[in-house]
């Protein structure tokens, strides 16, 4: 296990651009009540194969007794046979700063699991960000902490849910949208949202207008992360991929209007439970709890063994019609309050006759003497 390591974090030369500042600090309380809403879609494969589902879903909330909104964001699947998924709950202020927000990833192979969650919380004027990797037996922890001044513009991944809901609305995305956010490795780097433009997709057999937003991050070390959103023109998501991956997740049913709220149709769906990641990983983490519970029972009884090879000996010689009378007989001595007599009278009566009344001769004297 690996010690936490402390940092203090400047951001250095980067930068948010004064437009992508000021366009965040004009959002106000009536844009983002626009975007409380749940999006559910289904994520598929390059073959149109379901592989699981994904949901975002964005309220209003309080923390620490102060009006805030609360997102949360989770996908679950099984990709290559694999079960994995993300999830994000988040606290944000009415600027849309995250005021406290975590993050899970995991990934369940068959010798080990990868386990990583992110922790982010805004703590007298820093923002701490905490970070475990467990991978097999192995944890690395790495904390570090940066000045909130240095975070102008900054768009935590709970963010930019709302932030693109809103831009959906517009149906425009500013020049020049460079943000500051957190890279998978959790390093401060830039962000920058583009305008795709509008196309048709199919959504309930409708062909319908959606609008295009590329979100790119480009961290330190690797190549950038880019996305390809498209939202309808209430906002709601009508499709999201990251460029390069063959999993991409679609929205199959139109949100259906009731009252003054929008809340989507989900389709009833059998429940497969091999096929639902989260219900496979709970099976396959009992299956091992009661695998080590079964090993240290028999670990720590010996006697378990000997005795079953003994009843399995003395019924392979004896081969009895009636097996389970035979098994009653045999464990009969080992009951604290049976009474002691004849063992296996009823099972050797039954194994000893031919069916004709013949006796057959008894293989066990070491039972016999017990007689």
Known sequence: MTDAEELHVETGALKASEEAIEFISNIGP???DRCLFVDSLVITSDTERELGEFCVNVQTGSYNEAPCYVVQANSHGTVDGVPCGTSISAYLSLMLEPLEENHHEYMKLQQHTLDKKVHIVKQDGHLVVNRVITEKEEVTKHTFTVPLNSLRGFVSEASNFVL????????????????????????????????????????????????????????????????????????????????????????LHLPVRVGEEEKPVFEKKPLVWEEDMELY????????ELRADHCSY?????????????FLQLLLLRKPHDVCTFARDFFAPFASLNPPGSI?????TMADSDGQGHDKPNLCPAHLANE
């Open 281 to 288: 990983s709970k099976f396959l983490d009992r299956k091992e």
């Open 30 to 32: 009536r844009d983002v």
């Open 164 to 251: 693109m809901r809103i831009l959906a609305q517009l149906k425009k995305v500013p020049e020049n949208m460079l943000f500051l956010s957190l890279d998978a490795d959790t390093q401060i780097t830039v962000s920058t949202y583009r305008e795709l433009g509008s196309k048709r997709q199919i959504v309930s057999r409708e062909s319908l207008d959606v609008f295009g937003i590329e979100r790119t991050i480009s961290p330190t070390r690797d190549n950038p992360a880019s996305w390809h959103c498209y939202f309808l023109s209430n906002g709601h998501l009508a499709s999201r991929v990251q460029v390069g991956s063959p999993v991409r997740m679609c929205l």
């Open 344 to 348: 296996f009278k009823a099972s050797r």
């Open 298 to 310: 028999v670990r720590q009884h010996p006697e378990l063994k000997t005795l079953l090879a003994d």
